[in-house]
């Protein structure tokens, strides 16, 4: 089994408005024009969920996370967190840090829109090597995904969602990187700026509509891109059972999820295939053993999707 380097201990990147922290994971690369991995999670969601996937990740490869605003070691930004304001943050945080090398974005969830304001704001130039999309929303994501969570939340009430959804259960990270990555979350600091992404994601998706994307793509042209679909209705079993042993949900409503449980899959697969309209060159697995938190429960899935662009950038180079 590979694994990466430990990472550093972050780094404060000025932006000009406030430092976010840049932690560096493995070995510098090589030259210039090799690739590097850059991790941004979903909607208030820690950098440590992908601990994981960079330990299994090939020893030689350079990777980074970051906490967003507000998030571990960065400092709050006079800006609402928009997806569009987190793209342009992120834009000179790359510019400052610096990282100069070709980026391969791996991004969760949410993370999906942010990168489709990252490509908007800076365009598809040789900062981009290509990327990898771990059941990643898009422009149409939301009403679909609005009904799944309102079908969802009856049963939910009062679980814990990671244990809820079977993600503590079926975690392969260690017990450490675990007890790192929840600690995060829980902390103050935290869960209020979680509340901040959560006030700003819905408005998100209207602001990335109006650019109107679809009618430019294939906006990364044939650089290549990895998709990743999870199986929602993973997710929505776990909590169904949980929640009716906990006695939750009136019949009716727990009728309700079983009959969404039955076509949710169908629905998000056909989501998640708009993501191969990126690119000229791309690829498509569905990791049928996970719900949405692919990279936690099905690490390897990611890293291969990692080593499948890697070794298309250097095909093309």
């Known amino acids: 089994m590979s694994s990466s380097t430990p990472p550093s201990p972050p780094t404060l990147v000025n932006i000009g408005t406030h430092s976010l922290a840049l932690y560096t994971h493995g070995p510098s690369p090589a030259s210039p024009s090799d690739p590097v991995l850059l991790f941004i999670p979903g909607l208030s969601s820690s950098r440590l969920v992908w601990a994981a996937v960079i330990r299994l990740l090939p020893s030689s490869l350079r990777s980074y996370t970051y906490d967003r605003s507000g998030f571990g070691s960065s400092e709050l930004s006079p800006l609402a967190p928009t997806a569009e304001n987190i793209a342009l943050e992120l834009s000179y945080f790359i510019e400052r840090a610096p990282i100069t090398n070709p980026l391969i974005i791996v991004g969760h969830s949410w993370a999906g829109v942010l990168i489709r304001e990252f490509i908007a704001l800076t365009g598809n130039g040789q900062h981009i ?25 009856p049963l939910g009430e009062g679980l814990e969602p990671y244990a809820a959804r079977g993600i503590e259960a079926e975690k392969q990270l260690t017990q450490e990187e675990w007890e790192a990555f929840v600690g995060d979350e829980r902390s103050e600091k935290f869960q209020l700026q979680a509340e901040k992404e959560f006030a700003a994601y819905e408005p998100s998706f209207p602001t990335l509509q109006n650019k109107e994307l679809e009618k430019k793509q294939p906006l990364l042209g044939g650089k290549p891109v990895f998709v990743i679909g999870g199986k929602r209705s993973w997710d929505g079993v776990r909590v169904y059972e949980a929640g009716v042993e906990r006695g939750n949900g009136t019949e009716e409503e727990r009728r309700h999820l079983r009959e969404m449980i039955g076509v ?54």
């Open 264 to 317: 949710v899959d169908e629905e998000n697969d056909g989501l998640i295939r708009e993501h191969l309209r990126l690119s000229t060159r791309g690829e498509i697995v569905f990791a049928r053993e996970s719900g949405h938190f692919v990279q936690v429960t099905q690490p390897d899935v990611v890293v291969g999707g990692v080593k499948w662009v890697v070794v298309e950038v250097q095909a093309s180079s």
């Open 129 to 153: 090597a290509g990327l990898v999309l771990v059941d990643a929303n898009h422009e149409t994501t939301l009403p679909p995904l609005k009904k799944w969570l309102a079908a969802l939340k």
